[in-house]
């Protein structure tokens, strides 16, 4: 699995949001900037082209820093655990995160470090957070994709429903001006370059739920529903923005 081209893929579908977003923010062109989560630096690549911020990128994966380091070389980046935040109080001016709160052990945890390291009058962002719970697969025959999805989800420790309790979590953690909502959605056929990550995906996830031989007519069916124009798949993605 390509991994930064997957993560790529995600943040191609965040763009237009993150624009908004990053707008109501209202960066500095010198704003300390960190992401928690930040992967192989899918994100922290594009913001570095962008503006002139100072960056900051944490991770778990020392391999996916490494990564990062390639992709965004003007990035400081570290290994750490977002549940414990190794920096000071008040240092970010900005602070957020991009599909991770669904796979950590403590959300609620994760958000309050993220405003702790947020200076009074700064913003933290969730980007976007899923909620496999109210996905709609169509035609009827891959309905059962989503079903099987979750389950395999919360076996791997994530929460596939953390897209609804974004706000709650946010206001818990005493974020003020807090403002949530779901991501929009379209489908046409200039999408389907895509479906060969999101089987990727799919096959690594279902792997001790379905045999190959059933994997590979789930992406038939798959396949043939886009052509025919009638295939529809949407996960809510909720985002969520709140001032310190």
Known sequence: MNWHARYRQQARWTQSLRAYLFGKAA??????????????????EELSLRQETLLHGLDTNFLALREAAVHAPSAILLCADGHALPYPNGLFDLTFCH?????????????????????PGGVVLALAEPDYGGRIDYPPELESLGILQSQALRTQGADPEIGRKLAGLFVQAGLRQVEAGILGAEWNTLTLHAESLEWSVLASDLAEYLSPQDLQTFQHQDTTARQNGQRVLFVPTFFAWGRV
């Open 27 to 44: 960066i500095a062109a010198n704003a300390q900037c960190l992401e928690v989560g930040c992967g192989t630096g899918a994100l922290l």
């Open 99 to 119: 599909y991770l709160l669904l796979w950590v052990r403590d959300p609620l945890r994760v958000i309050s470090e993220m405003r702790r390291v947020t200076r």
